[in-house]
């Protein structure tokens, strides 16, 4: 027998579990509604709210009422709830500072990982994460002029991730504690949290020397790009090469500035004469998933051409997919969404059984460490920043080998 909405258990999702259910659902109508909307925008009936927060719907008035002695709502006869005014300030949250929209963002492997350990983080510290999503040069200019400064001006902390407007994150550094994510270089003043760029690439290059590879390429971005690791990515690969005393050849290069495709990267690969063709090659972040690609143009993994992965190690497990995918079916764009795929195991033996061989960059970690300078921050006013450079670690797989005899 179903059991009546009544006896349900109400979630405490929402927000802190010691303050009371109302003012929990208070908390998060604030938060997640009024702060995005303008005066004179209507909220959710009490019916539509009481069903989406699975609350009761005498709850919801309680908390509507305490929204309305702060000033935010006034009640319409007929109508509901109107918004007067955003909050003042939203205590124990930090705004999470984004570049690009939401669905770009949370494609990435990579960035899910720092995403969740932010919010693992944050609810570990009984603290709240307001996530905007597309934020530009607009942010934090003078009142009228932008869609986020509100937002940014009613919280207590900023964690900025890939934002270049140095002029904005020195502004917010000014109103409260920053941490940047992945940044050039650190700013002055402000907390920061990167990754050991060079390093990574130097580990994935010694790993691949060791095996005995002279001819060792690199595909990626090489530079004309916002991302920061990108320059110092490829400037430790052009290094390695005088690190360990070999040759260099800029066919080795498969740079991917101009928009180049998997297929003509493979192509260009194919095309060079075997004796100059480089025998393992270091991909970088999403272009690792599209080695289907390669292998669709025929290209033998490890026993033709090592590759190592720099990045998250589970990128294997969703890009590589679609990308084998779009193989079958046309190009990426008509690639299937996400959950109408085809089951694991109608994908061939080859790809279910590979490993990548992976430099990890340590994203979970970039997260909790973000989240506990913040903390540290708050705690006494005045501390120095701290700026934290996080190590890569070696992740053994199948696809890499020593060269090809005659290679």
């Keep these: 027998m179903p059991t009546s909405r009544q006896n349900r258990p ?38 539509e709210l009481a069903e989406q927060l699975d609350v009761s719907r005498r709850t919801v008035r ?30 124990d949250t930090t705004a999470l500072l984004l570049p690009v929209a939401a669905a770009n963002m949370l494609s990435s492997p990579f960035f899910r ?19 905007l999503f597309g934020a530009g040069r607009h942010l934090l200019q003078p009142s009228g002029s932008g869609s986020w400064d509100p937002m940014l001006r009613v919280v207590d902390s900023l964690v900025s991730f890939e934002v270049f407007n140095e002029q904005v994150i020195a502004l917010a550094g000014r109103l409260y504690p920053v941490v940047t994510l992945d940044v050039r270089m650190p700013l002055p003043g402000i907390s920061s949290v990167t990754f050991d760029h060079p390093a990574s690439i130097r ?19 090489t530079g004309g ?8 990515r490829y400037r430790a690969y052009r290094d390695a090469f005088d690190w360990l005393s070999m040759g260099f050849d800029e066919r080795w290069v498969l740079s991917a500035d101009a928009q180049a495709t998997a297929r003509a990267m493979a192509g260009r690969w194919l095309r060079l004469p075997r004796a100059v063709r480089p025998t393992a090659l270091i991909m970088v972040d ?7 690609l390669w292998m669709a143009e025929g290209v033998r993994i490890p026993g033709e051409l090592s590759v ?15 990308a084998w995918h779009a193989t079958r079916v046309g190009p990426w764009e008509a690639l299937p969404r996400q959950g109408l795929m085809p089951p694991f195991a109608n994908y061939p033996a080859e790809l279910t ?22 903390v540290r921050l708050l705690a006494a006013p005045g501390p120095a920043p701290r700026h934290v450079v996080l190590t890569p670690r070696f992740v053994p797989g199948n696809t890499t080998a020593v060269p090809a005899a005659g290679g």
């Excluded at 009371?20 to 109508?29: E, F, G, N, P, T």
């Excluded at 790009?225 to 110092?232: E, H, N, S, W």
């Excluded at 999403?286 to 289907?292: E, S």
């Excluded at 190592?308 to 679609?322: A, D, F, L, Q």
């Design 10 to 47: 109400r979630s405490d999702a929402v927000v802190k579990p010691h303050t009371s259910l109302a003012i929990r659902v208070a908390d998060h109508i604030r938060r997640e509604m009024i702060l995005r909307c303008r005066p004179g925008d209507r909220l959710p009936s009490e019916r």
């Design 62 to 91: 309680s908390a509507l009422a305490r929204l309305g002695d702060e000033g935010l709502l006034r009640p319409e006869r007929g109508h509901g709830h109107v918004v007067t005014r955003p909050p003042d300030r939203l205590p």
């Design 113 to 131: 990982e720092v995403f969740i350990s932010l919010s693992q983080g944050m609810q570990q510290a009984d603290r709240h994460m307001l996530s």
């Design 203 to 221: 580990m994935a290059f010694k790993h691949l020397a060791d095996l005995g590879h002279r001819r060792i390429g690199f595909c990626g971005r």
């Design 225 to 232: 790009y916002a991302d920061p690791a990108v320059a110092a």
């Design 286 to 292: 999403l272009f690792w998933a599209l080695t289907p």
């Design 308 to 322: 190592v992965n720099v990045g998250v190690v589970n990128i294997w497990s969703e890009h590589v997919y679609h």
């Design 353 to 374: 059984l590979m490993r990548p061989t992976t430099v990890e960059l340590p994203a979970m970690q970039m997260g909790q460490e973000a989240v506990n300078e913040i």
